[in-house]
């Protein structure tokens, strides 16, 4: 679509924005951008984001307006989910009049579905609200106040759209996201999953497509729900973390494993990223959101049936309940007033802080974790090396004493040679250990690296809700804005709130047991280590009892 500008627009210096001048031609590459810009490219081939309002669709009689373009689908969906059971089916192949033709297929969607229940923002009309186009009819009371920071995390997930009551949704039921008090006064969680479950990784296996040109390795879930097996690959995951990322705003997805090319099909390799896999899933079947998304159960339990997978992909894409539109689905307790600011303001303080302490040491112990693990591998086996083999020399010259026939002596060298090999085989207990303790240990730090570098852009779209909050009662305090305005910018706010007071609720829950779980285990194999080696080392003195 072309369009031509009406008012100058001057890009601030690497914002990504364009600058635009009155009567300027420009196209339009995405509409979806959010929060009333658009992006485009100018006669110049320059591309960049301007104002949707600062222009005008130029529309001829020969040439009819083009619809609005569909949302770009994410980069991650272009995958190719063909193979193993999925036969060829590329992910990049969901053409247009594909989708158009196959839509009573997979008609679901959050807003497809007419219903009596929907959320309390979806009740509230919207408000109409100032933007830094120009607007001579925008009445100069009753408005609400947009941020000049678009490109805030606030702004860019749609938060503030989603505060101001810019845009609604109507969420089936069947969709809803609960949260209630706690057994703890004052606090707030999800409502647990009525039907839990857990999936188990086993038997990954290396298998191949287009006649063996390409090799893959494929890991089967079974999840105990159903008990069917379905196989996924690592992009598989990889789609998946994606969609759950951009679905969930409060929620920090842990990290999968990192990518590696090289060794990835050795034995050793398979069985801990098998391992990771499986930490991972765990921890999504924990959480009571992400537990019950449609987009994980479809990823659990859509088998072979290549028209089944793609009906649930594309949902999954085009899904509407993504970032900050996903509090339309959130159902909070039953309050009597809106909560108190202050004290809010108290608990997010307290636990920002707390993240960037936390970040700060999971960093690290993960350093010191990685680096004892190529230690124990590296320095301190070659250690036990030089000491073996420096006992081996003295056994060597012992050899040469010229003492034949005497019995002790015979004994000495044979307990020292023997007190080479001991060392030299504390040195390979070494080289194997941290696969059973710093090993897992890094395995769970590299979890909560990930989660922790998430929660200071959750805490920023908190932070802009309750900014708004402060903003508006400040706005009604003067007389700019009417009580059922700044009423229902309060209720949403505390939406926010509540689902990121959940959050921290479940990250808290799940620290505390993730990290006494970890250093129990930690420290039980330390203490097998050490004792094993004592073991060899006691074994060893008895030979000198002569």
Not at 148 to 165: A, M, P, Q
Not at 251 to 277: C, M, N, T, W
Request: hydrophobic residues 30%; proline residues 5%.
């Amino acid at each position: 679509m072309r369009v031509k500008v009406l008012y100058e627009f001057k890009a601030q210096p690497n914002s990504g924005e364009l600058s635009i001048n009155a009567n300027e031609i420009l196209t339009v590459n995405r509409q979806d951008v959010g929060e009333g810009w658009w992006e485009g490219t100018n006669q110049r081939g320059q591309t960049g984001l301007f104002p949707a309002g600062y222009v005008e669709p130029m529309v001829t009689p020969t040439e009819p307006e083009a619809p609005a373009p569909q949302a770009m689908p994410n980069s991650q969906s272009a995958y190719d989910f063909g193979d193993g059971d999925w036969g060829e089916d590329d992910w990049d192949d969901d053409d247009d009049s594909q989708a158009s033709n196959s839509q009573s297929n997979y008609d679901y969607s959050p807003t497809a579905h007419t219903s009596n229940a929907t959320t309390p923002s979806s009740q509230m009309p919207p408000i109409t609200h100032v933007s830094g186009v120009p607007k001579p009819s925008q009445p100069q009371q009753q408005t609400v106040r947009k941020s000049f920071n678009r490109f805030s995390t606030f702004v860019k997930s749609g938060g503030e759209d989603y505060i101001l009551g810019i845009k609604t949704l109507t969420v089936n039921e069947t969709h809803f996201i609960y949260i209630v008090e706690s057994d703890r006064v004052g606090t707030y969680q999800w409502a647990p999953n009525p039907n839990p479950s857990n999936v188990s990784i086993d038997k990954p296996k290396k298998e191949s497509k287009m006649k063996g040109l390409k090799s893959y390795i494929a890991y089967q879930l079974t999840p105990d729900s159903t008990g069917i097996q379905v196989s996924r690959r690592y992009k598989h995951f990889d789609w998946l973390h994606e969609r759950l990322q951009d679905k969930f705003t409060t929620v920090p997805i842990p990290a999968l494993p990192d990518k590696q090319i090289s060794g990835r099909y050795q034995e050793e390799f398979i069985e801990h990223r098998r391992l990771q896999l499986q930490s991972w899933v765990n921890r999504i079947c924990r959480h009571p959101v992400l537990s019950q998304s449609e987009v994980w159960q479809h990823f659990l339990q859509c088998g072979a049936d290549e028209k089944r997978w793609k009906s649930g992909k594309r949902r999954a894409e085009k899904d509407e309940l993504v970032g900050a539109s996903l509090f339309f689905a959130v159902q909070p307790p039953a309050m009597s007033q809106s909560l108190d600011i202050a004290l809010v303001d108290r608990k997010m303080d307290q636990f920002s802080r707390f993240v960037s302490k936390m970040d700060d040491s999971v960093k690290l112990l993960y350093i010191t974790a990685q680096d004892q693990s190529k230690k124990f591998g590296g320095p301190y086996k070659r250690e036990f090396s030089k000491i073996a083999h420096s006992l081996h020399t003295l056994s060597d010259a012992f050899a040469f004493s010229g003492v034949d026939g005497h019995h002790n002596n015979d004994r000495l060298n044979n307990a020292i040679k023997h007190t080479s090999d001991t060392y030299e085989a504390i040195g390979k207990l070494y080289v194997e250990q941290p696969k059973y303790d710093f090993g897992p240990m890094s395995d769970i730090l590299h979890e909560y690296k990930g989660m922790l570098t998430v929660w200071p852009d959750i805490l920023q779209v908190h932070k802009g809700a309750i900014n708004k909050k402060k903003e508006h009662q400040k706005m009604l305090d003067e007389g700019k804005i009417d009580d059922k305005s700044v009423a229902q910018i309060n209720q949403r706010s505390d939406v926010v709130t509540l689902s990121t007071l959940a959050e921290i609720n479940h990250f808290q829950e799940e620290r505390i047991v993730d990290f006494k779980d970890a250093m129990q285990h930690f420290l039980t194999q330390q203490i097998l280590f050490y004792e094993s080696i004592a073991a060899n080392l006691k074994q060893t003195l008895e030979l000198y009892n002569f």
